[in-house]
């Protein structure tokens, strides 16, 4: 099921942590409301795959 929460497009630049909002607009500074997605974790994220590898090339 998909959340209508949105979270501050500028958040990391003006505040101290994620604001979240159901509206377009950050309430705190106005900046764009962005969808929160994607979720920190996402079991089908499709570029997992390519982030691990790239990872294994590192190391
Ligand atoms: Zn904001």
Redesign the pocket.
Known sequence: MKSDIRI?S??ED??DRP?YTLSDS?P??G?DAVNSAPAPFDPEDRHGEYRRALKRRVR
């Open positions: 501050c500028a958040w003006v505040h604001v950050c705190d500074c900046a």
